[in-house]
């Protein structure tokens, strides 16, 4: 699937999704297995580049949440 996103941040998203999708797959098959086609779903960059430094187990909980925006940082006052 194809990115959205500034142009700048896709390149750099398309190389972390590579990353995650290979790091996902070796350390944790059967779940892989199963999130892959919500993992396809992940057009965002933004998306990418937020779980770029996540575990599976993080990743899955927010989509199987419905929360397919990046998760929120602390807010800033």
Known sequence: MKLTGAPKLVV???KVRKDRLKVWQETSPEIFQA???L???QTSAD???S???KGLEVA???LLAG???PAAGPRKK
């Open 60 to 62: 899955c909980s927010q």
């Open 47 to 49: 998306w990418w580049i």
């Open 39 to 41: 993992l396809n779903l």
């Open 51 to 53: 779980y770029k430094d």
């Open 35 to 37: 999130i892959e086609p």
């Open 12 to 14: 750099w998203a398309e």
């Open 67 to 69: 929360n397919r925006r």
